[in-house]
């Protein structure tokens, strides 16, 4: 989950390009893919929260977007970016922050008009950031007005420019203080961030997980995750939440196909997220083929995809990055969209 002021990397890659998969092989080969997965259903004009649309049974997928930075490409993610991912049906959508909560009103913005426009459920990212408990109050009444009922709750990154994260003086420290206070207000369903390797602020991956489950404690009704590309430190997270600390909440895997060497390896180095020898050494190969290099993200985040549904997961959170292809041809190899 991207709690970062990041920007993709281009690479010829945009809302309304090819959503082909590049040369793969399709739902119906004998590569792995899965046919038989029923495609998600519409979630147009259903307004749920988060938490009641993961009771509903089946997959959940979702996507994550982030504030464009001028007016003309906010005009373009509306005109073709949004409407692109509505397409695939996602259950809803989310919307991050820029760094330090620099993008907060400009969020809140974009997802109440989503949620106006599209007929989609919309989340907002809420962050402690630079705020106070009363700030943090107003964000809240606004959301609610706008009809906004869901919020992803995080602790937030320091702004440019400060190594260590320092809560505002009335504000919160930790992110289940947030969740708390956002509870004590009735009105909203509240996701939160885990990290499969650990934070990369925490040395210790469990106790980093103990901390997720005070999130939960507090009345989180969902965990995202960071991206991660290696499935076994995945596992190793959900059965220590589920096994040793009774978290019984979904957890949706955050799943981020590469679209280029230098861009995954910026993002992974700013949220600690480790990448697989297997995985660096085809990065490396592609270096200077982007078009290859975004070829194998589709691919790679097509098995481990499959890998996650067998297993049973809650549900998949894309992050976009603003983008419709790559996320598209996952979609289309797993069998979720025709």
Same mark, same amino acid.
């Given at each position: 989950?991207?709690?970062?002021?990041?920007?993709?990397?281009?690479?010829?890659?945009?809302?309304?390009?090819?959503?082909?998969?590049?040369g793969?092989?399709?739902?119906?080969?004998?590569?792995?893919?899965?046919?038989? $997965?029923?495609?998600?259903?519409s979630?147009?004009?259903?307004? *749920? =929260?988060?938490?009641?649309?993961? =009771?509903?049974?089946?997959?959940?997928?979702?996507?994550? *977007?982030?504030?464009?930075?001028?007016?003309?490409?906010?005009?373009?993610?509306?005109?073709?970016?949004?409407?692109?991912?509505?397409?695939?049906?996602?259950?809803?959508?989310?919307?991050?922050?820029g760094?330090?909560?620099?993008?907060?009103?400009?969020?809140?913005?974009?997802?109440?008009?989503?949620?106006?426009?599209? &007929?989609?459920e919309?989340?907002?990212?809420?962050?402690?950031?630079?705020a106070?408990?009363?700030?943090?109050? $107003?964000?809240?009444?606004?959301?609610?007005?706008?009809?906004?009922?869901?919020?992803?709750?995080?602790?937030?990154?320091?702004?440019?420019?400060?190594e260590?994260?320092?809560?505002?003086?009335?504000?919160?420290?930790?992110?289940?203080?947030?969740?708390s206070?956002?509870k004590?207000?009735?009105?909203?369903?509240?996701?939160?961030?885990?990290?499969? &390797?650990?934070?990369?602020?925490?040395?210790?991956?469990h106790?980093?997980?103990?901390?997720?489950?005070?999130?939960v404690?507090?009345?989180?009704? *969902?965990?995202?995750?960071?991206?991660?590309?290696?499935?076994?430190?995945?596992? &190793?997270?959900?059965?220590?939440?589920?096994? =040793?600390?009774?978290?019984?909440v979904?957890?949706?895997?955050?799943?981020?196909?590469?679209?280029?060497?230098?861009?995954?390896e910026r993002?992974?180095? *700013?949220?600690?997220a480790?990448?697989?020898?297997?995985?660096?050494?085809?990065?490396?190969?592609?270096?200077?083929d982007?078009?290859?290099?975004?070829?194998?993200?589709? &691919?790679?985040?097509?098995?481990?995809?499959?890998?996650?549904?067998? =297993?049973?997961?809650?549900?998949?959170?894309?992050?976009?990055?603003n983008?419709?292809?790559?996320?598209?041809?996952?979609?289309?190899?797993?069998?979720?969209?025709?």
């Open positions: 989950m991207y709690h970062y002021s990041l920007k993709p990397v281009p690479v010829g890659v945009g809302a309304g390009s090819d959503v082909r998969t590049a793969f092989p399709s739902p119906k080969s004998k590569r792995g893919y899965r046919p038989e $997965q029923p495609a998600i259903p979630w147009k004009g259903v307004h *749920l =929260r988060i938490g009641e649309l993961h =009771r509903q049974g089946g997959l959940v997928v979702s996507f994550e *977007l982030f504030p464009p930075k001028t007016p003309d490409q906010t005009a373009k993610l509306f005109e073709e970016g949004i409407p692109g991912l509505l397409e695939l049906s996602p259950a809803f959508l989310t919307c991050t922050y760094a330090g909560g620099s993008t907060k009103d400009q969020t809140l913005e974009i997802v109440t008009r989503i949620r106006r426009e599209f &007929e989609v919309a989340v907002s990212h809420l962050t402690c950031v630079g106070s408990r009363e700030e943090i109050g $107003q964000f809240l009444a606004q959301a609610r007005s706008g009809g906004i009922s869901n919020i992803v709750a995080l602790r937030g990154d320091p702004p440019r420019g400060d260590t994260f320092k809560p505002h003086p009335d504000g919160f420290k930790y992110a289940h203080e947030l969740v206070f956002i004590q207000t009735g009105d909203f369903d509240v996701a939160v961030a885990g990290y499969p &390797e650990g934070h990369p602020e925490c040395p210790d991956r106790l980093d997980w103990q901390r997720l489950a005070a999130k404690a507090a009345g989180a009704d *969902l965990v995202i995750t960071q991206l991660f590309y290696n499935l076994a430190d995945y596992f &190793e997270f959900e059965d220590y939440l589920r096994g =040793r600390l009774k978290v019984s979904p957890i949706v895997a955050g799943i981020l196909p590469i679209l280029s060497k230098q861009q995954i993002f992974c180095g *700013l949220c600690g480790q990448i697989p020898p297997d995985v660096q050494a085809k990065l490396d190969q592609y270096a200077d982007p078009a290859s290099c975004r070829a194998y993200g589709i &691919e790679l985040a097509t098995r481990m995809c499959e890998k996650l549904i067998a =297993r049973g997961v809650s549900g998949l959170h894309f992050y976009t990055l983008r419709t292809a790559s996320t598209a041809a996952v979609m289309k190899n797993l069998g979720l969209v025709k």
